[in-house]
């Protein structure tokens, strides 16, 4: 019985009809009416909220709208991003090798090879094998053909595997002090000049390197094309910086006595092709 009234009682209150008045505050006439039961607002308050629930979904899942949410991101967008990264991920990769390849190139043209790795390749390899076993020393023949090529070759353009031709400018003007001995591992010719006496390009190109050194003072270091990279060594100051594009003939530093190794004013200058060694030399004429 008890279960029957609490029943009947519920029943009552969710059927229970209640009228809805909407008035004109001055003049308390009666505007709108509705009428209701508690059942009406409790079915018509959960349709409302989940029409509102839908209409919300359909806007977040197929309007751009949704880029505007916190969290949310457009396909496009993470498409980018991912292309983003892969070209940050390749250039970081060319960056480090780029860096390692010229830091290789420093260490070998500013004599620092103490902790350098070479291959079976390398010119400083190749000039600690022991050659006692050969004989080195030309002939009279082969002495006489050697000097007539290098006559010839100092006023001639330097001709490279690629059949390109280019003239080699003298840096300075002076006299050679000492000359290129690959025996002695002195890969340079050494140009007695005047203190601050201009110094130039020998050929145009990019400057590698340009900053100071202790036992070679203010070093340069420039590529030029199909390989070959010139060294200036114990500048006085130095007129271009890494990066910088530079003419042949045109000034770069200043002749100086700087660095350990340094006796007197002078240009320590040397010639790099294919990452070997060359006498100056044979292209240029110091005089």
Do not use: C
């Amino acid at each position: 019985m008890k279960k029957e009234k609490r029943a009947k009682k519920i029943k009552h209150k969710l059927l229970n009809k209640y009228r809805l008045v909407v008035l004109n505050e001055d003049t308390f006439e009666e505007r709108f009416t509705f009428k209701l039961n508690r059942l009406n607002v409790f079915v018509f308050s959960i349709i409302s909220a989940l029409i509102l629930i839908s209409i919300t979904t359909l806007i977040i899942a197929f309007t751009p709208l949704r880029e505007y949410i916190p969290g949310y991101s457009s396909v496009s967008l993470k498409k980018k991003a991912t292309k983003l990264a892969y070209q940050t991920d390749s250039l970081q990769q060319i960056i480090a090798i780029n860096e390692q390849y010229l830091t290789s190139i420093k260490k070998v043209l500013t004599g620092d090879v103490k902790t350098v790795d070479f291959n079976k390749d390398s010119i400083i390899e190749a000039a600690e094998k022991d050659r006692s076993g050969f004989d080195l020393r030309p002939s009279k023949e082969d002495s006489l053909l050697r000097e007539k090529v290098s006559l010839e070759d100092k006023y001639n353009p330097l001709v490279t595997n690629s059949e390109i031709n280019f003239v080699l400018f003298p840096p300075v003007k002076g006299t050679i002090s000492d000359g290129f001995n690959a025996k002695q591992k002195h890969y340079a010719v050494d140009v007695v000049t005047s203190k601050d006496a201009p110094v130039k390009a020998t050929a145009d190109g990019t400057v590698i390197f340009s900053e100071w050194t202790a036992e070679t003072g203010y070093v340069i270091i420039i590529e030029h094309t199909n390989n070959l990279i010139s060294a200036y060594k114990h500048n006085s100051l130095l007129l271009k910086r890494q990066g910088e594009l530079v003419k042949a003939g045109e000034v770069i530093a200043k002749a100086g006595n700087t660095g350990e190794f340094s006796t007197g004013p002078h240009l320590h200058f040397e010639l790099w092709s294919d990452g070997y060694p060359i006498d100056p030399t044979d292209f240029i004429d110091f005089e």
